[in-house]
């Protein structure tokens, strides 16, 4: 998921399946199956694949 910003919602990533690294803001973060990410509404955030398999992940959008 290349990195990108939301202007009026949060999003909220449970990880299914898979490793990768989040980027949240300025930080980088290793994300792993039963990881949860949130990201902030006007935050810029992005998914990189760094495993062998597909990352599997739920996703829930919240409207402020």
């Known amino acids: 998921i290349g990195e990108h910003i939301h202007g009026d919602n949060e999003e909220i990533y449970f990880f299914i399946e898979g490793c990768g690294t989040m980027l949240i803001g300025n930080e980088k973060i290793h994300v792993s199956e039963g990881d949860i990410a949130v990201n902030s509404f006007q935050e810029s955030h992005g998914l990189i694949n760094n ?8 996703i829930f959008q919240v409207n402020n």
């Open 51 to 58: 495993g062998n398999i597909p990352i599997k992940i739920l």
